[in-house]
Antibody
């Protein structure tokens, strides 16, 4: 079955760079049409799409955060990595990775999320 | 980016009630609209895709409708496990999909 799991630090200091890893199983990111996304949710607030990487290595970013984000994949390890630079307390959130399956115009599988707190 | 606005932000209902949540897009998104359910401490789960198609395994008491800019999700015969927060999400403006602000359904 399809699973995704986020990992990374629970606490980062302001101005530091955050690196999160999504490790997945049950599908291959080399399969045509597959995509993995990062989405975040500040405590008590709504969901915000951050970034996406496609099977063909196309990459897309939130317009408002593009300058701070980098997404990459390691197909052999079934991992997608997101880095976010210059972290600020407003970036405190639960960060999710989520899949878009081939031909599926929806986030059909999600990780359980990882809470990242930005504080000195 | 396409803005998605949900109403109401919250509602109180009783088991057995029928509830409807509305989502409005800032421009036409045809039928490229999905609905998710999120319970506290859990990841969202897709309920309805393409505005009205029920995701596999989702109970038939959930239904979706709409096209263009206005959409609804209805839950008939509300069950205890349906108390949650619901989000709409547009998949028209690829790749920058956007979510509504959420509607919390709690027990009256």
């Amino acid at each position: 079955q399809v699973t995704l799991r986020e990992s990374g630090p629970a606490l980062v200091k302001p101005t530091q760079t955050l690196t999160l890893t999504c490790t997945f199983s049950g599908f291959s990111l080399s399969t045509s049409g597959m995509c993995v996304n990062w989405i975040r949710q500040p405590p008590g607030k709504a969901l915000e799409w951050l970034a996406r990487i496609d099977w063909d290595d196309d990459k897309y970013y939130s317009t408002s955060l593009e300058s701070r984000l980098t997404i990459s994949k390691d197909t052999s390890k079934n991992q997608v990595v997101l880095t976010m630079t210059n972290m600020d307390p407003v970036d405190t959130a639960t960060y999710y990775c989520a899949r878009i399956g081939s031909g599926s115009y929806r986030f059909d599988y999600w990780g359980q999320g990882t809470l990242v707190t930005v504080s000195s | 980016d396409i803005q998605m606005t949900q109403s109401p932000s919250s509602l109180s209902a009783s088991v057995g009630d029928r509830v409807t949540i509305t989502c409005r897009a800032s421009q036409s998104i045809r039928n490229n609209l999905n609905w998710y359910q999120q319970k506290p401490g859990k990841a969202p789960k897709v309920l309805i895709h393409a505005a009205s198609s029920l995701q596999s395994g989702v109970p038939s008491r959930f239904s979706g409708s709409g096209s263009g800019t206005d959409f609804n999700i209805s839950i008939s015969n509300l069950q205890p496990e349906d108390f949650a927060t619901y989000y709409c999400q547009q998949s028209y403006s690829t790749p920058r999909w956007t979510f509504g602000q959420g509607t919390k359904v709690d027990i009256k």
